[in-house]
């Protein structure tokens, strides 16, 4: 699943995703936390992890995937 597929669920729909991918206990998590459990669920699982975006690297190698919806500022994600 993608992310941008991942933000347009509701908290109890991302719950409930995150429990059939195996997590103990996502109860109590914010929306960008369970998103972030989520994807790292399925990194483990399947090693990859999908996203758009505009890719800024810095000028020290740090690399940020700036989103449309946020107007490409730096988002909660």
């Known amino acids: 699943m993608k992310t941008s597929e991942l933000q347009g669920l509701t908290v109890k729909e ?3 995703f995150a429990l ?4 103990t206990d996502s109860s109590g998590l914010l929306k960008q936390e369970l998103i972030k459990e989520i994807l790292e669920i399925q990194a483990k699982k399947k090693g990859n ?3 758009s975006g505009v890719l800024e690297i810095l000028p ?3 690399g940020f ?3 449309p919806d946020y107007s ?3 988002g909660p994600d």
Do not use: N, T, V
């Open 14 to 16: 991302l719950q409930k």
């Open 20 to 23: 059939e991918l195996g997590s």
């Open 49 to 51: 992890i999908f996203a």
């Open 60 to 62: 020290d190698g740090y």
């Open 65 to 67: 995937l700036r989103s």
């Open 72 to 74: 490409y500022l730096p």
